[in-house]
């Protein structure tokens, strides 16, 4: 009894969350159960801004970084009509009437995607194939989660694959850490935040991104895998973007890897039912999931579903030369 007593003592206090209450007629509430209201939004908006900032800060600290002052940020005044607004705000934002120069257009921000989408595929041209890991910023060295990304990351760059992350701290630190050890390309594609950011010091090439398409897209397009470990709003959109990519033939042979069961067994549970159950999925739909906790087994998957992949685009240049025509490799 007196171990048990020990064990629980050990285990780090689990934040209590409060029951959502029944939506009463004609009063939305927000899923943390407050009246849906525009100022509460508001100010949600704000709160949610602060805690991507407090992460970032906290992954940074925890791995004994110190935040230094961050120098002024410099503003081409040429496009940005309002400084403190990044561009992909500016991007969403609905069109001004009075603002009729060209230089503050959409059609002046296609040209500054387009030139972002030359950057990205010029700087990572050279990569033939890499894994993308996406994961909590907060997380610190002595974290579990911390110590397998480093690994499985070790292991597929010892394997040959270059490692792509957001190039921030905690998961996506640990795994450029572990791409660098195991001898292969560290590679970081950060975002303009309205707060300063800095990269971890594990990162080989680092590319700076204004609009998160063009990110968005460098993160697929040279990666054969996803390696998804526990982490927020943002792991989540990486992780189901990919999965509508396959589910609709965009990709394939591009396993979707979960690291962590107990953190995604709620989520999959709730996939299952009640999204399986009401005919919203198919049940191959869950199958495109890979959940694992073994470093070993996450890299051996990668490279299984890689040579398969390989193997296919192998097969269909053959018969593609036979008939006259080349099969092209995604």
Same mark, same amino acid.
């Given at each position: 009894?007196a171990?048990?007593?020990?064990? !629980?003592?050990?285990?780090?206090?689990?934040?209590r969350?409060? +029951?959502v209450?029944?939506?009463?007629?004609?009063?939305?509430l927000t899923?943390?159960?407050?009246?849906? $209201?525009p100022?509460?939004?508001?100010?949600?908006?704000?709160?949610?801004?602060?805690g991507?900032?407090?992460?970032?800060?906290?992954?940074?600290?925890?791995?004994?970084?110190?935040?230094?002052? +961050?120098?002024?940020?410099?503003?081409?005044?040429?496009?940005?009509?309002?400084?403190?607004?990044?561009?992909?705000?500016?991007?969403?934002?609905?069109?001004d &009437?009075?603002?009729? =120069?060209?230089?503050?257009?959409?059609?002046?921000?296609?040209?500054?995607?387009?030139? $972002?989408? &030359? $950057?990205?595929?010029d %700087?990572?041209a050279?990569?033939?194939?890499a894994?993308?890991?996406?994961?909590s910023? !907060?997380?610190?060295?002595?974290d +579990?989660?911390? %110590?397998?990304? $480093?690994e499985?990351?070790?292991?597929?760059?010892?394997?040959?694959?270059?490692?792509?992350?957001g190039?921030?701290?905690?998961?996506?630190?640990?795994?450029?850490?572990?791409?660098?050890a195991?001898?292969?390309?560290s &590679?970081?594609?950060?975002?303009?935040?309205?707060?300063?950011?800095?990269?971890?010091?594990?990162? =080989?090439?680092?590319?700076?991104?204004?609009y998160?398409?063009?990110?968005?897209?460098?993160?697929?397009?040279?990666?054969?895998?996803?390696?998804?470990?526990?982490?927020?709003?943002?792991?989540?959109?990486?992780?189901?973007?990919?999965?509508?990519?396959?589910?609709?033939?965009?990709?394939?042979?591009?396993?979707v &890897?979960l690291?962590?069961?107990?953190?995604? %067994?709620?989520?999959?549970?709730?996939?299952?039912?009640?999204?399986? %159950?009401?005919?919203?999925?198919? +049940?191959?739909?869950?199958?495109?999931?890979?959940?694992?906790?073994?470093?070993?087994?996450?890299?051996?998957?990668?490279?299984?579903?890689?040579?398969a992949?390989a193997?296919?685009?192998?097969?269909?240049?053959?018969?593609?030369?036979?008939r006259?025509?080349?099969?092209?490799?995604?």
């Amino acid at each position: 009894m007196a171990r048990a007593r020990a064990r !629980r003592t050990r285990r780090s206090p689990r934040a209590r969350v409060p +029951p959502v209450p029944p939506c009463p007629p004609g009063a939305p509430l927000t899923a943390g159960g407050k009246r849906a $209201e525009p100022s509460l939004l508001a100010s949600a908006s704000r709160g949610a801004l602060a805690g991507v900032q407090a992460r970032e800060e906290a992954g940074h600290a925890a791995a004994g970084r110190m935040p230094p002052v +961050p120098p002024p940020r410099p503003v081409d005044d040429a496009i940005r009509d309002v400084a403190s607004a990044t561009e992909d705000a500016k991007l969403f934002r609905s069109p001004d &009437i009075a603002q009729r =120069d060209f230089t503050h257009t959409d059609t002046w921000r296609v040209m500054r995607i387009m030139g $972002e989408f &030359i $950057e990205g595929f010029d %700087r990572l041209a050279a990569v033939d194939k890499a894994v993308t890991v996406f994961g909590s910023a !907060r997380v610190g060295p002595e974290d +579990p989660e911390y %110590r397998a990304a $480093e690994e499985v990351a070790r292991l597929l760059a010892r394997a040959g694959f270059a490692i792509i992350t957001g190039g921030g701290p905690g998961i996506m630190e640990a795994a450029n850490k572990g791409a660098r050890a195991g001898g292969g390309c560290s &590679i970081g594609c950060n975002i303009e935040l309205p707060f300063e950011q800095r990269a971890n010091p594990y990162v =080989d090439t680092l590319i700076r991104f204004r609009y998160f398409l063009v990110r968005k897209t460098m993160f697929v397009k040279y990666a054969c895998a996803f390696l998804i470990f526990p982490g927020g709003f943002g792991t989540l959109d990486e992780l189901f973007e990919a999965l509508v990519l396959i589910q609709t033939g965009k990709l394939s042979h591009f396993p979707v &890897i979960l690291f962590g069961e107990r953190y995604w %067994r709620g989520l999959i549970r709730w996939l299952r039912s009640p999204a399986l %159950r009401e005919g919203k999925l198919c +049940p191959d739909d869950i199958d495109l999931m890979i959940v694992t906790d073994d470093p070993r087994q996450a890299a051996e998957v990668v490279i299984a579903a890689y040579d398969a992949q390989a193997a296919t685009i192998a097969g269909a240049t053959s018969s593609g030369t036979r008939r006259g025509t080349v099969a092209r490799p995604r």
